[in-house]
C-alpha cells in the first residue's frame, strides 16, 4: 500500500494539489475559513459535534494531501 500511495502522490500535479487547497481547504472564504474555525474549535476543546468533526476532516483533506505530497518530494530530493 506504501507504495500505491507514494505513487498516487507522484501523479498528483502539484497544481491540482494547490488548486484543492484554495478551494474545498479553505471554503467557505467568509466570514472565516471553516478549517481555521474548527482547529481553534479543536485546540478550546468544543470540537465534539459529529458535523465539526466531520468539517475537519473535509476541509483538512486536501492540507494533509499537500503536505504528504511536500514531504515525498522533499524525502526524493524532487
Known sequence: ???TMGGLLD???W???V???V???LAPYLPEPHIWEKLRMLAHGGLS???DIGDLLLHGAP???LAAK???ATLRGT
Open 23 to 25: 478551494t474545498l481547504g
Open 49 to 51: 459535534r459529529t458535523i
Open 15 to 17: 497544481g491540482t494539489a
Open 11 to 13: 501523479r498528483l500535479s
Open 1 to 3: 500500500m506504501h507504495k
Open 19 to 21: 488548486l484543492l487547497v
Open 70 to 72: 511536500c514531504t515525498r
Open 63 to 65: 492540507w494533509l494531501l
